[in-house]
């Protein structure tokens, strides 16, 4: 085998064993990681983003917030979770938490409890649609045939918050994701708070910035966020997307621009492209013709 050839795969080895690594319960500085991988720190950082789409910090910091929601469902307290999940002071743990959980530790361990959220369901062409925010922005856009499963969706997320219909003012944010789905053209710009990886928040900025009319594929997606190799995380992290429509991820195709899974039906991903490219290019005036 060509040398030069089998690199890559060398590279994707080793950073696939510094992923195990950082997993373990005590993980290895970059230092030791690089040693490990045959790589001086600045080239394995390099390596390991080009491969995984994001910094070793970034891959080592989403890891312990699994850690963190996993342990604060688990232990008898939250400080024992704290220290399961790999923090060591109580300071950088609670620091850390709003970005990691969307709210403190005590209100996530208890299910949102104390947090308001509230909610409106609506009807549009493609199914029934549920809008959901917390007072910082919009947290949740979902689409289902039926409301009340959206409903449970919710309820099932946030068994402990305090869930309220949406008042006259929230209903005009439902009726604009309503009016974007029949008319493309006019635009949806609603404040968001969406929590996600460093990773995730990159794919998802990108997602906003493709115009409406268009579609990339992940391969382009991900050379966009400066990631090419990482193609799979890209899909992923568009998988995961909370909130349909304000962040579209229905404009990515894969590579033969055929459609891939589409989180809220694979129906309404072929309509929502169809809806926006036949704004970019509408027919033409039989009148001026």
Request: charged residues 25%; aromatic residues 6%.
């Amino acid at each position: 085998m060509n040398q030069a050839a089998a690199l890559p795969k060398q590279h994707t080895a080793a950073i696939e064993r510094a992923c195990r690594a950082l997993e373990s319960q005590e993980p290895p500085d970059l230092s030791t990681l690089a040693r490990e991988a045959g790589m001086s720190r600045f080239h394995f950082h390099r390596v390991f983003k080009a491969v995984t789409g994001i910094t070793p910090k970034a891959y080592a910091d989403a890891l312990r917030a699994r850690r963190a929601r996993q342990q604060l469902d688990r232990s008898a307290s939250i400080t024992d979770a704290m220290y399961s999940a790999g923090f060591n002071s109580s300071g950088r743990f609670y620091e850390a938490a709003p970005a990691m959980l969307g709210m403190t530790p005590t209100v996530f361990r208890k299910k949102g409890e104390g947090v308001d959220i509230r909610f409106a369901v609506g009807q549009c062409s493609l199914g029934a649609l549920l809008v959901a925010a917390t007072p910082a922005g919009v947290c949740e856009i979902a689409l289902d045939e039926d409301p009340d499963s959206l409903v449970r969706g919710l309820q099932d997320r946030f068994r402990a918050a305090r869930l309220i219909g949406g008042d006259p003012e929230f209903e005009r944010w439902v009726a604009a994701v309503v009016g974007f789905v029949e008319d493309p053209s006019v635009g949806l710009d609603l404040p968001l708070d969406v929590r996600g990886t460093a990773f995730q928040r990159k794919v998802w900025q990108a997602l906003r910035d493709i115009p409406p009319g268009s579609t990339i594929t992940y391969t382009e997606l991900a050379r966009r966020i400066g990631s090419p190799r990482a193609v799979r995380a890209v899909a992923r992290a568009c998988a995961t997307n909370p909130v349909a429509l304000a962040i579209p991820c229905h404009r990515v195709v894969r590579t033969d621009g055929s459609l891939a899974g589409y989180r809220w039906g694979i129906d309404r991903k072929r309509e929502l492209i169809a809806r926006e490219a036949r704004n970019a290019h509408p027919a033409p005036d039989p009148a001026r013709a």
